[in-house]
């Protein structure tokens, strides 16, 4: 069955008058940018529903992290602050020289820096100091006396604080001095302080060379002298030759500080060492000089005058010519090479020298050998005093001459230097020492000379 359907106005075709359905142009498609276009605005999407929001846990920590991470960025940048203005050339124009008290703390120690100008800021200085104290377990600042060059960076201050690098004075006590005359001596040197309550027993000091900062004291000076002199006995004294006539560290002691006074030559103190040995052996007296001086003057030091017959004859506890073996205490205090010399003497027979004009001594096994050396010595000792004659009858004559004579202007730095003082040809020559004969017996024919009493 046919059904016949009548165009509507829905329809996108009209019909034409032969029948054909018409297009319609008013629905053709549009070109492709039309295309594109929307033919009307579109809907708006749907919203989502809203999340819950961060937990609160979660919310701290990410507050903490960020919080640490600004911490972080400052305190690198204060920490690299710091480092740059550690490491750069300080204020200084000029070295100076600072003395730090002992006992002071650090950030007086960093004022008093920045108020001579040696560093900028006594703040960084400060920090820097409590950070490698604390945190490198570096030492704490030194006290002492330091020079700062110029321009000097606060890493190069703080590590000669920390060094201790101070400045070095030094003393001399040379081999030989008494006690007491080692006290004079630390007394008198402007760069030591305090006082010494009481004089140190006779050789029991070493005599060197010390080397001492601003701040030590003169007890400071004794008081090492004394353990470096107990040191170094100990250690030789464990070395000592079995042979030696010495039973104790004291007696050592008391035999160095002889052969110490009796020669000024290194390389003959084991050979005098060992007359003396040999004398003790054979209960010879030692008979030597300085014992009688030290027996009259103490620890004084020397006469003003050569040794008398009656000083001689003087009962003295240390008089090696009137007493037998040592004396009771050291007459000086010895070094380590006549220390050395009385542990170790050198193997010989002698057992008496005297001077021999060089400079050092004539050594002989026997009296008759010691006569011939004295004799020499003697005719030395003429030869010395005849020149010295004729040099004071030659200045007396140029003295008269020079009186009657024209005055002659001479201009400074002409003409040639003076002779050397007759007293120096006697006082370059090494004293006399034992030459007497074994106690009991006869005298010796030719008496021995005597040594410089000073010396």
């Known amino acids: 069955m046919t059904r016949n359907v009548s165009p509507t106005a829905n329809d996108n075709t009209a019909l034409g008058a032969a029948g054909r359905r018409e297009p319609d142009f008013g629905t053709m498609p549009r070109s492709p940018v039309e295309a ?6 579109p809907e708006p999407p749907e919203r989502e529903p809203p ?3 961060m937990h609160p846990v979660l919310r701290f920590f990410n507050g903490l992290l960020t919080l640490f991470f ?6 690198v940048s204060v920490l690299y602050f710091i480092k740059v203005q550690f490491d750069r050339p300080g204020p200084l124009a000029t070295s100076t020289v600072i003395v730090v008290p002992r006992g002071e703390p650090t950030s007086s120690i960093g004022e008093r820096l920045e108020r001579e100008g040696i560093i900028a800021d006594r703040r960084i200085f400060v920090i820097s100091a409590y950070y490698f104290a604390h945190l490198k377990g570096k030492a704490s600042l030194k006290a002492g006396e330091y020079e700062f060059g110029k321009a000097a960076s606060m890493r190069q201050v703080l590590d000669t604080l920390v060094e201790g690098k101070s400045i070095e004075h030094k003393i001399t006590l040379p081999e030989g001095l008494t006690s007491r005359q080692i006290v004079v001596r630390l007394r008198a040197h402007p760069e030591l302080h305090g006082e010494i309550t009481d004089i140190p027993a006779e ?13 030590d004291s003169r007890q400071d000076i004794i008081d090492r002298m004394r353990v470096a002199q107990e040191k170094f006995l100990a250690n030789l004294w464990e070395e000592r030759h079995p042979t030696i006539m010495v039973r ?3 007696e050592a002691l008391v035999l160095a500080s ?13 050979r005098i060492a060992a007359v003396f040995h040999n004398r003790l052996k054979r209960r010879m007296r030692l008979q030597s000089d300085p014992t009688i001086i030290y027996g009259l003057v103490g620890g004084a030091g020397g006469l003003d005058h050569p040794i008398r017959q009656s000083e001689l004859d003087r009962q003295t506890r240390y008089n090696t010519y009137q007493i037998d073996g040592l004396p009771p205490t050291p007459i000086a205090n010895p070094g380590r090479a006549a220390i050395e010399a009385v542990l170790k003497p050198a193997k010989t027979e002698d057992l008496y020298f005297v001077a021999d004009g060089t400079g050092g001594h004539a050594f002989a096994p026997s009296l008759h050998e010691h006569n011939k050396n004295v004799f020499r010595w003697r005719k030395i000792v003429r030869d ?3 020149r010295e004659a004729q040099e004071a009858a030659a200045a007396a004559t140029a003295a008269a001459e020079g009186a009657s004579a024209e005055e002659i202007v001479v201009e400074p730095g002409v003409g040639s230097d003076p002779l050397p003082a007759s007293s120096a040809l006697l006082s370059d020559v090494p004293p006399t020492a034992a030459g007497a004969a074994p106690a009991g017996t006869p005298a010796a024919p030719i008496p021995v000379p005597r040594r410089n009493p000073n010396r």
């Not at 594109?36 to 605005?41: F, H, K, T």
């Not at 050789?203 to 701040?215: I, M, V």
């Open 70 to 75: 600004v911490v972080a960025l400052v305190l």
């Open 36 to 41: 594109l276009e929307p033919s009307r605005v």
């Open 384 to 386: 010395i005093r005849a």
């Open 203 to 215: 050789g029991s000091l070493l005599p060197d060379t010390y080397r001492f900062a601003r701040n």
């Open 51 to 53: 999340t819950r929001g």
């Open 258 to 270: 002889i052969v110490e006074k009796e020669t000024g030559r290194a390389d003959e103190r084991p």
């Open 248 to 250: 104790t560290p004291e």
